[in-house]
């Protein structure tokens, strides 16, 4: 599986196929990374979430991870213009579940548009893998395609999946077929989902849980709230 190929053109692809969409989702909880001083993006891509998260919170460091090495270099390019200082962010070409960040290292982990590359059984071994990076208290931040629960939205949610999926698996060699719910895995190694905002008739979620935190903790499950 590689993005290589999608690297000179995935900024413009997003913005004409899904315009501000997909960073509103990305930065829909960013304030709850207030105080997280090592942050880990898997998946980084081109960077987008990188550069804002940066400006906001100035004195946080980022570890990014990304099995293309194109996309990598791109996010490393665009962060250095955008003036994130060399010591503030890290780029590393890996693919999870491979690569093993340092045990409990973070504060928070952040997986954009990341999680539904993967099959049911690697799936299982990259959160596995992140969540052992993420610290006691730790944020994840999560955004994703997902499928509503019933009704003309999930219809019409189903058919865009099935037409990314089958889009990506020949452009980039995907090995999932689907989405897979990520939702017991987190669950599974302790964290609490605190807040999902939906857009797009259920189409995108935006996602924040931290670990050992109290569910339904003040952020509410709002539809079309980003």
């Known amino acids: 599986m590689s993005f290589d190929v999608l690297a000179p053109h995935y900024t413009w692809l997003e913005a004409v196929l899904a315009g501000r969409r997909l960073q509103r989702a990305r930065t829909a909880w960013l304030e ?4 997280c001083g090592e942050i880990l993006i898997a998946g980084v891509g081109h960077g987008h979430f990188l550069r804002r998260c940066a400006r906001r919170f100035p004195q946080a460091r980022f570890t990014s991870v990304d099995a293309s090495a194109a ?3 791109r996010a490393e ?3 250095r213009r955008a003036g994130i200082e060399p010591g503030r962010a890290r780029f590393i070409h890996a693919t999870l579940p491979d690569w093993r960040p340092e045990r409990r ?3 928070a982990v952040v997986t954009h548009f990341f999680l539904d590359c993967f099959p049911p059984d690697e799936l299982a071994d990259v959160v596995e893998a992140l969540a052992a990076g993420a610290g006691g208290a730790a944020v994840w931040l999560l955004s ?3 499928i509503p629960a019933r009704g003309i939205a999930r219809q019409r949610a189903r058919a865009i999946h099935a037409l990314m999926y089958g889009c990506f698996r020949r452009v980039t060699k ?3 077929h689907r989405l897979t719910e990520p939702d017991p895995l987190l669950a599974g190694h302790g964290f609490t989902l605190l807040g999902r905002r939906t857009s797009e008739w259920g189409l995108l979620r935006a996602d924040c849980w931290v670990r050992g935190g109290p569910a339904g903790f003040g952020f509410g499950m709002n539809p079309n709230a980003f």
């Open 144 to 146: 994703d395609f997902a």
């Open 105 to 107: 290292a973070f504060d």
């Open 71 to 73: 996309m990598l270099a």
């Open 77 to 79: 390019i665009h962060a």
């Open 32 to 35: 709850q990374l207030t105080g």
């Open 174 to 176: 995907l090995r999932a």
